[in-house]
């Protein structure tokens, strides 16, 4: 948080935008693997882990991500960098290494969940 202004928020204020937040992030990763699914024809693709469905899902977040920074920092209802927040194309570096880091635990932790759940239906 501390990459971000909200001095002029309340604890209230912050803690709605980040559950908002959180929520969308969530969506994001849902579609980002329903795309990769499409993409390898493989709704079980965590099984493999494979490289292509790994790369699709990944790609599809972060572009999203771009985009929704770029429109987020730009209207009423989006957010500001604080100065400390290091960028790149006019993006926070944070929010990218983080939709990096927190969908690949989450797909570590959902691949051990598929592989010991069997065979698929």
């Known amino acids: 948080m501390p990459f971000y202004a909200m001095d002029q928020l309340s604890a209230w204020q912050v803690t709605k935008s980040c559950g908002i937040a959180s929520v969308g992030d969530a969506g994001i990763m849902v579609f980002a693997y329903w795309i990769a699914t499409i993409a390898t024809d493989d709704r079980m693709w965590l099984r493999g882990a494979r490289a292509r469905a790994l790369t699709v899902y990944l790609g599809t977040g972060l572009s999203i991500t771009i985009v929704v920074e770029h ?51």
């Open 71 to 121: 429109l987020a920092l730009r209207s009423d209802w989006g957010w500001q960098y604080d100065d400390t927040m290091p960028l790149i194309g006019g993006v926070g570096l944070v929010p990218l290494v983080m939709w990096i880091i927190v969908p690949l635990v989450t797909m570590k932790l959902a691949e051990r969940s598929v592989v010991h759940s069997g065979p698929a239906p």
